[in-house]
Structure formats: C-alpha cells, structure tokens
C-alpha cells in the first residue's frame, strides 16, 4: 500500500491556460474522488468515479472543468481557460467500496496558483 | 443538503493536557457517517477517527475520543494528554448513508487550527 499519490504537487501558470492533474489511487480501491480546498477552508467536493463510471459531479464542476479515469485506475481533472479563483489545492482521494467501512484516504495535493 | 460547521477557528492545548474540538451538523437523515480528518502542515489529510450514526457507543482510538450528540447533532473531539505531533488543522466530516440521495461524497467544516504548546 503506497497511498494516494498525485502529480504535480505545484503549479503556476498564467490565466487562460490549460492545466491537468493526475491522481493515482491506492490500487485495489475502485473509488475516486476529488476535492478542491481553498485556503482556510475545507474540501469541497468536485466529483466521483466509482471504477471507470463518473457518478457525481457537483456543481462547483463548471464546463472548464473536466475529470477522467479511463480503465478505473488513475484520475486526471483538466482545467480549461483558468481563471484566477481556480487557485486552490485540488485533493484526491481513493476509497474501496463497502458500506459502513468505507474510509477515503487522501493524497498529498495539487497546489494550483493562477497568475 | 447537509451542512457541517465548525465554530472554533483555531484551539490551543498545553502539552499532555486535554482539549476538545466541537462540530455541529445539520442533516435530515437518520442513518450517516461522521468522520475527524487531521490536516497537518504541508501533509495530507488523514482520519483520525470515525462515527456511525446508529451506533450509541462513542467511539474511541487511543487518545481520541468523541461525543456523539444524535439528538443534538453534535459531534466533538477529545484529544487526550496531547502530544506535539498533534498540532494541525482538524476537520470535521459527513457521510450520507444513502447512496441515491447524496453518493459518497464527503462534506466538510471550515476546520480548527490546534495549536499545542510545549
């Protein structure tokens, strides 16, 4: 079990770019989330795939945003056309299906900044 | 939809003393999930301990305790004879138990800052 990772751990660039993460879930888990953490406050919930199937999507997912995980194993979350308030730190998390013991486990983060 | 809030930004504790963190929530549903995830400095966000909501008996890991409010939709955490290594943001989280209303998403509160002082 090597945990959550995710890359890369920071960017930087300049609005109107295009960016993209890549989340890699603890490898039995067939659950992924994303999350997106402004500062001082607590994560908020983007999306979920369970296996390859993106089941949720909350609101705060505009059209810029996009998320995959083709063949269930690694996530990756693009942002098209960044805007300045999309500078956060974007969680993952990973998870194994199964009711009440269902825990998330988190990855170290994405620290976007936009210029 | 659910709310979760936290209302003390940041605690502070002396080394080996006691200190509990509060958390409220508000919910229509009668079975869920809380959860006390810790956020270090530059680390990631681990559990720390965990509550199902049908079970009465609070629960317990090590020197983490909490007490389960139902009624009262409170959830706190007693970090017993704190350590150093316990000082991070503490966050307070929701899990509904019904998967068509509201999938595995997890909702979280604003987030405590403890300090704890040599």
């Known amino acids: 079990d090597t945990g959550v990772s995710q890359n890369p751990r920071h960017k930087i660039t300049k609005r109107g770019q295009n960016v993209t993460f890549r989340c890699d879930p603890i490898?039995?888990?067939?659950?992924l989330y994303w999350y997106r953490q402004t500062l001082g406050q607590g994560p908020e919930f983007l999306t979920y795939?369970?296996?390859?199937?993106?089941?949720?999507k909350s609101r705060l997912l505009s059209d810029r945003f996009s998320a995959e995980r083709p063949k269930g194993s690694f996530s990756t979350l693009e942002i098209q056309r960044t805007e300045q308030g999309d500078s956060a730190m974007y969680l993952c998390?990973?998870?194994?299906?199964?009711?009440?013991?269902?825990?998330?486990?988190f990855g170290p983060g994405t620290r976007l900044l936009v210029l | 939809a659910q709310t979760v809030t936290q209302s003390q930004p940041e605690m502070s504790v002396q080394e080996a003393e006691t200190v509990t963190l509060s958390c409220t929530y508000d919910?229509?549903?009668?079975?869920?999930?809380l959860f006390w995830y810790k956020q270090p400095p530059s680390r990631q966000m681990i559990l720390v301990i965990r509550?199902?909501?049908?079970?009465?008996q609070n629960a317990t890991e090590n020197r983490f305790s909490v007490n389960f409010q139902k009624a009262a939709k409170s959830f706190s955490l007693k970090i017993s004879d704190s350590q150093l290594g316990d000082a991070a943001m503490y966050f307070c989280?929701?899990?509904?138990?019904?998967?068509?209303?509201?999938?595995?998403?997890?909702?979280f509160g604003e987030g405590t800052q403890l300090t704890v002082n040599p």
């Open positions: 509550q199902e909501a049908y079970k009465q």
């Open positions: 919910t229509s549903e009668s079975d869920y999930y």
């Open positions: 989280a929701y899990r509904s138990a019904f998967r068509e209303t509201s999938g595995s998403r997890l909702t």
């Open positions: 490898s039995e888990h067939n659950r």
């Open positions: 998390a990973s998870s194994r299906s199964g009711g009440a013991s269902e825990t998330q486990y």
């Open positions: 795939f369970q296996n390859e199937a993106q089941l949720e």
